[in-house]
């Protein structure tokens, strides 16, 4: 996957686990600048989110209730699904990819090897951050334009100020659309404050999030960045954004020095 929210291949052998990567179909081409002019409401951008997410879970291996890559998230965000107005649905896939992502309709979508190397606060925050895309509406944006490339619209539909109903072929294609788009730096920034605010509104350890970033940065750092894409790709230095972590947490009277952060040598779901 390219430019995804949250995106690392799985490196070498330390978290092998059986599954694939995330199975997305191919990207869609352009759309004729005539589809551009569409009316797209945050109702159409729910309903294509819940179209591109429910086409996703059925082509992806979901977590059953009883794995405990899906026992973990319950017992995170059990108490979150109704989240600061929000109406939100939990999930893992489990895949060689490092990611998470949040749609308009309020899905929240966690990878296991994700999981497998951060640790519950510092999930709690990468999740906080997701949420506060969708809390900023984000999402919708990112989804309209993810509709206009897969709906693939003819000279006369385009000119239609309506949301079209879309194949199975095309919602694929918008499902990978909408996970190959980037946020600005400005979003990206403005969901790093929600996801601090929603750490310490719940008394959750505010540290988590600058680990969190500290672990991203280490994934990109040095011979491993040849070998995968580097998370937040788009997006500001996660040495950068830890620093503003810290500063804020120290502003605060939160900050507690986690000593060196290091990539876990053992999965830390169990």
């Known amino acids: 996957m390219k430019k995804i929210t949250l995106c690392l291949m799985l490196f070498g052998a330390m ?15 352009m759309v004729s600048n005539g589809a551009k002019a569409l009316t797209f409401t945050n109702e159409d951008a729910v309903k294509l989110s819940k179209e591109s997410v429910d086409w996703i879970d059925k082509n992806n291996a979901v977590a059953g209730p009883k794995d405990p890559y899906t026992v973990r998230l319950n017992k995170l965000f059990g108490k979150h699904k109704s989240q600061d107005g929000l109406n939100l649905n939990y999930k893992v896939y489990k895949v060689k990819d490092i990611n998470a992502f949040a749609c308009a309709d309020g899905s929240v979508r966690v990878f296991s090897s994700l999981m497998d190397i951060m640790t519950d606060n510092e999930l709690l925050a990468v999740i906080g951050h997701e949420i506060g895309h969708v809390k900023n509406q984000d999402t919708k944006d990112a989804m309209k334009s993810a509709y206009l490339k897969a709906a693939a619209l003819d000279a006369a539909s385009s000119a239609s100020s309506a949301v079209a109903t879309l194949n199975e072929s095309q919602v694929g294609k918008m499902a990978n659309a909408f996970l190959d788009a980037s946020h600005s730096k400005k979003q990206e920034s403005e969901a790093d404050t929600y996801s601090y605010d929603f750490m310490k509104a719940n008394k959750y350890d505010v540290v988590g999030a600058y680990t969190a970033f500290k672990k991203l940065a280490l994934l990109s750092e040095g011979s491993t960045q040849t070998n995968f894409e580097k998370m937040f790709n788009s997006h500001p230095d996660s040495n950068k954004r830890a620093e503003s972590i810290k500063k804020r947490a120290e502003k605060d009277g939160l900050w507690k020095d986690p000593g060196t952060v290091t990539l876990p040598t053992a999965k830390l779901t169990k």
């Open 15 to 29: 978290y092998s686990i059986n599954a694939q990567k995330i199975n997305l179909g191919k990207a869609a081409g």
